[in-house]
């Protein structure tokens, strides 16, 4: 996949595709449906599929410093995604001020009938762009007609008799649904990013955990979970994560922690993904460290049952007889006791469930 970050690093060879626009946050069902509408199309045309998104996305710009909207997915996140499900190229527009004032005509004219050679184009009827939203769905169908590309109306792709939209998909984690969740997305919420050295006060109370940065202004997940984690050299190794301020050490940074059960390894520098399977509790302060202790202890617990219940974790060996001979598998082996796949019973579950 082709990543082309402006518009000022179109080339000559850019012209010509089959595209669609939006912010595709979480490359949920619905995103992945209007991509597949646009494959016959680039079959047809012998053109490639090109996404062009925004970075900011507009919410994130226009939304109050102090209250920005959660973000679903980093941009690296976003591109892993798309181009697992084989796109082509994507260009992604900066949002700043003069994007945000540039007239909906010249938005058409400049950029995708000039710059992009525009051919075939798959858009919400719901959708504006431009200065103060002028274009729309109709705007876009009388310049197709008039400079030679299609347009036509992605088809809403609904769950539970309702359309898939990162909104609902924000609504659900922020519930602690994560089988909704999952629904929407067609695979359990997860986060990517990069092992990071922290302050180690985990390794001190018996929890070591591994620090992974959010790198976004608001996490739509907060609190503690049972998930999985891969990476390289680790498939699905479960774990409880802890997403949020740290309280009871006076925090200050929003980060995502995970504490893998029954692991020994060296993980630093790693990137790796956490799938969020359980919503467990919500984060607060404790009043000292062997409080903390005492709940995290808990929370392996609750998590352990949960996996083990669904097939995720094995279940611990029956102890042998007495005067039986050989050892017991020690979890610390180097091979993790969960499954290496997800199994079909596999189902993240709602909070309270």
Same mark, same amino acid.
């Given at each position: 996949?082709?990543?082309i970050?402006?518009?000022?690093?179109?080339?000559?060879?850019?012209?010509?595709c089959?595209a669609?626009? =939006?912010?595709?946050?979480?490359?949920?069902?619905?995103?992945?449906a209007?991509?597949?509408?646009?494959?016959?199309?680039?079959?047809?045309?012998?053109?490639?599929?090109?996404v062009?998104?925004?970075?900011?996305?507009?919410?994130?710009?226009?939304?109050?410093?102090?209250?920005?909207?959660?973000?679903?997915?980093?941009?690296?996140e976003?591109?892993?995604?798309?181009?697992?499900l084989?796109?082509?190229? $994507?260009?992604?527009?900066?949002?700043?001020?003069?994007?945000?004032?540039?007239?909906?005509?010249?938005?058409?004219?400049?950029?995708?009938?000039r710059?992009?050679?525009?051919?075939?184009?798959?858009?919400?009827?719901d959708?504006?762009?431009?200065?103060?939203?002028?274009?729309?769905?109709?705007?876009? $169908?009388?310049? =197709?007609?008039?400079?030679?590309?299609?347009?036509?109306?992605n088809?809403?792709?609904?769950?539970?008799?309702?359309?898939?939209?990162?909104?609902?998909?924000?609504?659900?984690?922020s519930?602690?649904?994560?089988?909704?969740?999952? +629904?929407?997305? =067609?695979?359990?919420?997860?986060?990517?990013?990069?092992?990071?050295?922290?302050?180690?006060?985990?390794?001190?109370?018996?929890?070591?955990?591994?620090?992974?940065?959010?790198?976004?202004?608001a996490?739509?997940?907060?609190?503690?979970?049972? $998930?999985?984690m891969?990476?390289?050299?680790?498939?699905?190794?479960?774990?409880?994560?802890n997403?949020?301020?740290r309280p009871?050490?006076?925090?200050? +940074?929003?980060?995502?922690?995970?504490?893998?059960?029954?692991?020994q390894?060296?993980?630093?520098?790693k990137?790796v993904?956490v799938d969020?399977l359980?919503y467990?509790?919500?984060?607060?302060?404790?009043?000292?460290?062997?409080?903390?202790?005492?709940?995290?202890?808990?929370?392996?617990q609750?998590?352990?049952?949960?996996?083990?219940?669904?097939?995720?974790?094995?279940?611990?060996?029956?102890?042998?007889?007495s005067g039986?001979?050989?050892?017991?598998?020690?979890?610390?082996?180097g091979?993790?006791?969960?499954?290496?796949?997800?199994?079909?019973?596999?189902?993240?579950?709602?909070?309270?469930?």
């Amino acid at each position: 996949m082709e990543f082309i970050r402006g518009q000022h690093n179109l080339r000559p060879r850019h012209h010509g595709c089959v595209a669609t626009i =939006g912010n595709f946050d979480g490359v949920h069902l619905g995103h992945q449906a209007i991509l597949t509408q646009l494959a016959e199309p680039a079959r047809q045309l012998r053109l490639p599929r090109l996404v062009i998104t925004f970075e900011p996305q507009p919410q994130e710009f226009f939304a109050d410093p102090t209250a920005p909207p959660a973000r679903l997915m980093r941009l690296r996140e976003k591109l892993l995604a798309l181009n697992g499900l084989g796109i082509e190229r $994507v260009l992604c527009l900066e949002f700043d001020h003069r994007l945000a004032a540039l007239p909906a005509e010249r938005f058409i004219e400049e950029l995708l009938v000039r710059r992009l050679g525009l051919r075939y184009l798959v858009i919400g009827d719901d959708f504006r762009f431009g200065h103060r939203r002028a274009g729309d769905f109709a705007m876009l $169908v009388k310049a =197709g007609q008039q400079h030679g590309f299609e347009v036509v109306d992605n088809h809403s792709y609904m769950v539970d008799g309702e359309r898939a939209s990162s909104t609902r998909v924000r609504q659900a984690l922020s519930w602690g649904d994560l089988e909704l969740a999952a +629904r929407l997305l =067609g695979r359990p919420y997860d986060m990517c990013g990069r092992v990071a050295h922290g302050d180690e006060r985990g390794r001190t109370i018996g929890f070591p955990t591994a620090n992974i940065y959010l790198h976004r202004r608001a996490t739509p997940v907060y609190g503690v979970y049972a $998930v999985l984690m891969s990476g390289p050299g680790l498939k699905l190794w479960p774990g409880i994560a802890n997403v949020g301020r740290r309280p009871t050490v006076d925090g200050v +940074r929003e980060q995502l922690e995970v504490h893998l059960l029954d692991f020994q390894g060296d993980l630093y520098g790693k990137h790796v993904k956490v799938d969020f399977l359980r919503y467990l509790r919500p984060e607060r302060r404790f009043e000292s460290l062997d409080a903390l202790r005492l709940q995290i202890q808990k929370d392996e617990q609750e998590a352990r049952a949960w996996l083990t219940a669904r097939g995720i974790l094995q279940a611990p060996p029956a102890p042998r007889p007495s005067g039986a001979g050989g050892q017991m598998h020690s979890p610390h082996s180097g091979e993790s006791n969960a499954n290496s796949s997800f199994p079909a019973s596999l189902s993240p579950e709602k909070k309270g469930a």
